[in-house]
């Protein structure tokens, strides 16, 4: 059984419709990349995903059906979403921001750990525990978006551009704690992501949108060979 | 000197209900960046049911809690039933939701009860407490009550993760949805706890100014001062700005414009505070990067 089953998934902003039906499935502890031009409708299929937009179609996850729910019951179904722009609560401190992600979690003693082991992961974070999170370097408020988002100890990740604002070191890092945490936790992740080079080599499938539409989907080695992808989307 | 530490002391007393009312307000402003009109009314009205359970034989402490636990579910059914379906109205649509619920408030509660002049009893002995001559007892109860709840309140949204959620919600409900966070649920919740902490005013400032329908009125405009003075957005501001107000208010009174003119401080801090420092004194200036 696919963990995510996505059927003719329309969605709108106002009167302007912007996904026009798209179709694709993740595997469980696979990560799949989503590519595509600005205004493609990456980052709205994952609000459609989470219930932030008015959608059409069907969407299941684990075999239930997810669409048209409301966004904090999808998230307690175990959904993690690092959003566009890092939704940092700007005005708490780090260690709130990072207990926030854990908010509807009942296992206490590993809530404690798992912050212990974020901070493992980003030692940045440590050092500002008790800083205002509004006063955080903007790579360090992208640490902070998807520590967030891994407290919930969730079963799928949409990430929205994680690399966004990352010095190309740091990229290479969190790119490898996500592979580490996949690998060790067996959490799916759904990654939208404009480096499409360094998404391709982190996923195991991949689709390709345009305007609204899924143009192109297969296996990331696949799609990194097609010469149209190549060209448009890897520049060489 | 005596006069003065006792008109200091005075107005610290009547400063901790300004106090817990601007709080009040605070609570709500954080949440829908507006100023409720109502939590005064909304503070008599549970300060007339303390006083019908009083009436009907139940000791003071017990009263005291039902009112409080009655004013939390009054609160969080106003916001269901009348806030709610205004939630994304224009300012102007919600401000008017919030002066039609002053009037109501207040015509029901004159309705019920008739705008007789009703004396409300305190629940502190009449001897001086502790041998403290320069407050009534019931001035310094008040300020221990006042300080009370402001310590729960602080230990709530500081310690508990409820409290925790409560402040996410308000300053960020998207992401706060996107972690799990029941905001609708939340705003109710604020509402619910100011509308107590403003019974708990009610209830204290009662036996001072006794009790009738327009009791509030002109203790909602020091609040209101108060908090603009602290800083709308902050609450340890209004907590202090209340004290302030207070204590200025009591002193202003005494010894310089005189008691019918008190009034008007509330007023000229209002217009004073707006002019030259609109955030207030403690008003946080966020630091956000680009």
Redesign the interface.
């Known amino acids: 059984m696919a963990l995510l089953e996505v059927s003719r998934l329309h969605a709108r902003y106002g009167h302007t419709r912007v996904l026009h039906g798209i179709d694709f499935r993740m595997e469980e502890g696979s990560i799949t990349a989503l590519l595509g031009a600005n205004g493609a409708g990456k980052t709205t299929t994952l609000r459609a995903l989470c219930g932030m937009l008015k959608t059409e179609g069907e969407v299941r996850f684990a075999g239930e059906s997810i669409a048209r729910r409301m966004t904090e019951d999808i998230v307690r179904l175990g959904i993690a979403h690092v959003p566009d722009g890092r939704g940092t609560f700007l005005n708490l401190t780090t260690e709130e921001n990072l207990r926030l992600g854990a908010y509807v979690r009942r296992d206490k003693n590993a809530v404690e750990s798992d912050l212990e082991r974020m901070f493992g992961y980003f030692p940045r974070l440590k050092e500002r525990r008790r800083q205002q999170a509004g006063t955080l370097s903007g790579g360090e408020q992208q640490m902070l978006a998807v520590s967030r988002a891994l407290m919930l100890s969730p079963k799928l990740m949409l990430l929205d551009e994680p690399s966004f604002g990352l010095a190309p070191l740091l990229v290479r890092e969190l790119f490898h704690i996500l592979r580490r945490i996949n690998e060790a936790e067996r959490v799916s992740m759904l990654l939208v992501e404009q480096n499409a080079a360094m998404a391709l080599d982190l996923a195991d499938h991949a689709y390709l949108m345009e305007t609204g539409r899924i143009v192109l989907a297969g296996k990331s080695c696949e799609l990194k060979s097609d010469d149209a992808v190549r060209r448009s989307y890897l520049g060489y | 000197m005596d006069v003065v530490l006792h008109q200091v002391l005075a107005g610290l007393a009547t400063g901790g209900i300004y106090a817990s009312l601007a709080l009040a307000l605070v609570m709500i402003y954080q949440a829908t960046h507006l100023v409720n009109f109502a939590q005064g009314e909304i503070a008599m009205f549970t300060t007339y049911i303390a006083w019908s359970l009083v009436n009907a034989g139940v000791p003071y402490w017990p009263a005291f809690g039902i009112t409080v636990a009655v004013a939390f579910a009054l609160g969080i059914l106003i916001e269901r039933v009348v806030i709610r379906p205004v939630e994304n109205a224009p300012v102007l649509a919600v401000v008017v939701v919030f002066i039609a619920l002053l009037v109501i408030l207040n015509s029901v509660a004159g309705w019920i009860y008739t705008y007789t002049i009703k004396s409300f009893p305190s629940p502190f002995p009449k001897e001086p407490l502790f041998g403290i001559r320069y407050m009534s007892p019931h001035e310094l109860g008040a300020i221990g009550v006042t300080l009370l709840v402001l310590a729960a309140l602080y230990a709530f949204f500081r310690f508990t993760?409820l409290g925790?959620?409560m402040?996410?919600a308000a300053?960020?409900p998207?992401?706060?949805?996107?972690?799990?966070?029941?905001?609708g649920w939340m705003l109710a919740l604020g509402w619910g706890l100011a509308a107590a902490v403003g019974a708990v005013a009610g209830m204290m400032v009662a036996p001072i100014v006794y009790l009738d329908p327009n009791m509030m009125g002109g203790i909602l405009l020091y609040a209101f001062a108060a908090a603009l003075v602290g800083g709308i957005d902050s609450p340890m501001g209004a907590v202090i700005g209340g004290f302030a107000v207070g204590v200025l208010e009591n002193l202003l009174g005494a010894f310089v414009i005189g008691n019918e003119l008190k009034l008007t401080v509330a007023l000229a801090l209002i217009i004073g505070v707006l002019l030259v420092r609109p955030s207030g004194f403690f008003g946080?200036v966020?630091?956000?990067?680009v």
Do not use: F
Request: aromatic share 0%; hydrophobic share 35%.
């Open positions: 993760p925790l959620a402040r996410a300053q960020n998207q992401s706060s949805r996107l972690v799990g966070i029941r905001v946080k966020h630091v956000t990067r």
